[in-house]
T-cell receptor, first 110, second 114 residues
Framework: GQSLEQPSEVTAVEGAIVQINCTYQTSGFYGLSWYQQHDGGAPTFLSYNGLDGLEETGRFSSFLSRSDSYGYLLLQELQMKDSASYFC???????????FGAGTQVVVTP | NAGVTQTPKFQVLKTGQSMTLQCAQDMNHEYMSWYRQDPGMGLRLIHYSVGAGITDQGEVPNGYNVSRSTTEDFPLRLLSAAPSQTSVYFCASSLGGGRAYEQYFGPGTRLTVT
């Protein structure tokens, strides 16, 4: 089986930096994905780490350490529109079988 | 491209009724999946398919059936609706194999079972 743990909520002010951690326990592991979901909307893909290290995509970066079974999503220069839920996800024993964490709600305040 | 489309957007069922949630994609994606999302529980995989004619169970398959006769369509059937199936249902698709981590989601179907 698999489990992915992430904090339930993070609050920060505009312009700040937020780090969302994700620890996982999986029987197999291909990599860690991150998704964003605004209230009432569909999840959208943000980033993927197949190898250890940092991936940067604009204001968002994601990191993976396979030896620590740990990853994080870093949101920089926070904007009000970044208020959303963020999910980590991984494929365990099959590429098509993506499992999601429970999600972290990020609240950005003025 | 329309991407991933789902119908209906909203549905109310009575306990014991059956229905089919429709999902279609026009991106020629190999993989398709169905998830349900309940408050505070993230997305849970119901069934998935790695190609036409091939389906497999996810974490919470009980009470649901799927089939995949074409690459484009992946309907989800509720056999006998129960209040516990009240949820938001998302369909998703992706390229196969090493690109399966990047899934494209439909807008969702909000289902209430009374």
């Amino acid at each position: 089986g698999q489990s992915l743990e992430q904090p339930s909520e993070v609050t920060a002010v505009e312009g700040a930096i937020v780090q969302i951690n994700c620890t996982y326990q999986t029987s197999g592991f291909y990599g860690l994905s991150w998704y964003q979901q605004h209230d009432g909307g569909a999840p959208t893909f943000l980033s993927y780490n197949g190898l250890d290290g940092l991936e940067e995509t604009g204001r968002f970066s994601s990191f993976l350490s396979r030896s620590d079974s740990y990853g994080y999503l870093l949101l920089q220069e926070l904007q009000m529109k970044d208020s959303a839920s963020y999910f980590c996800a991984s494929s365990g024993d099959s590429w098509g079988k993506l499992q999601f964490g429970a999600g972290t709600q990020v609240v950005v305040t003025p | 491209n329309a991407g991933v489309t789902q119908t209906p957007k909203f549905q109310v069922l009575k306990t014991g009724q059956s229905m089919t949630l429709q999902c279609a994609q026009d991106m020629n994606h190999e993989y398709m999946s169905w998830y349900r999302q309940d408050p505070g529980m993230g997305l849970r995989l119901i069934h998935y398919s790695v190609g036409a004619g091939i389906t497999d169970q996810g974490e919470v398959p009980n009470g649901y059936n799927v089939s995949r006769s074409t690459t484009e369509d992946f309907p989800l059937r509720l056999l006998s609706a129960a209040p516990s199936q009240t949820s938001v249902y998302f369909c998703a698709s992706s390229l196969g194999g090493g690109r399966a981590y990047e899934q494209y989601f439909g807008p969702g179907t909000r289902l209430t079972v009374t």
